[in-house]
């Protein structure tokens, strides 16, 4: 079957660096995502990988192992307003994204 | 842009009656999505459509159908509703069905009692 993995909950302090974790088993791989989704609020677009390796994006930067099947969400400077949800999708075969269940990411003062 | 609207915000069904979720984009995307999302799990793909005219079936598309008459509206129907489709549904949209970025609506609650 096809699964991916990311912890739960992840708690973390303003200004600090956090880097969330996703492992996947899918038939096939054409690509990774990484989602921010605010409670109550739809998911939004942070993050595409395809090839191995680092993509940065401001604060936010995303990798990926296809070998190893994992790829990590890493948010720098952390900010009140980045406590959300971040989810890791993998399109497979035949292009379908199949989602995590999302870890839910705190940010204390 | 509006992007991609949905309907009702919110609704609460008695088992058993049926209900139609909207779903209107106008980024002329040619593809288009519903998920259901619930709690602990992840988003759940109920049916798509690569383009207009055509539609697939999902993880999870029992007792929902869809159907695509042109680009830009997607409508969900239940045809009897369950109490196991209490759940938030999204939908969402892309420039093609292959690897591409997806829009999501900002989600329909339904509560079926």
């Known amino acids: 079957g096809q699964n991916i993995d990311q912890p739960t909950e992840m708690t973390a302090t303003e200004g600090a660096i956090v880097q969330i974790n996703c492992t996947y088993q899918?038939?096939?791989?054409?690509?990774l995502f990484w989602y921010q989704q605010h409670a109550g609020e739809a998911p939004t677009f942070l993050s595409y990988n395809v090839l191995d390796g680092l993509e940065e994006k401001g604060r936010f930067s995303s990798f990926l192992s296809r070998s190893k099947g994992y790829s990590y969400l890493l948010l720098k400077e952390l900010q009140m307003k980045d406590s959300a949800s971040y989810l890791c999708a993998v399109s497979d075969s035949n292009y379908q994204l199949i989602w995590g269940a999302g870890t839910k990411l705190i940010i204390k003062p | 842009t509006a992007g991609i609207t949905q309907a009702p915000t919110s609704q609460i069904l008695a088992a058993g009656r049926s209900m139609t979720l909207r779903c209107t984009q106008d980024?002329?995307?040619?593809?288009m999505y519903w998920y259901r999302q619930d709690l602990g799990l992840g988003l759940r793909l109920i049916h798509y459509s690569n383009t207009a005219g055509t539609t697939g079936k999902g993880e999870v598309p029992d007792g929902y159908s869809v159907s695509r008459a042109n680009t830009d509206d997607f409508p969900l129907t239940l045809a009897s509703a369950v109490p196991s489709q209490t759940s938030v549904y999204f939908c969402?949209?892309?420039?093609?069905?292959?690897?591409?970025?997806?829009?999501f609506g900002p989600g329909t609650r339904l509560t079926v009692l």
């Open positions: 899918t038939s096939g791989f054409n690509g």
């Open positions: 969402a949209s892309s420039e093609t069905g292959l690897a591409d970025t997806q829009y």
């Open positions: 980024m002329r995307h040619n593809a």
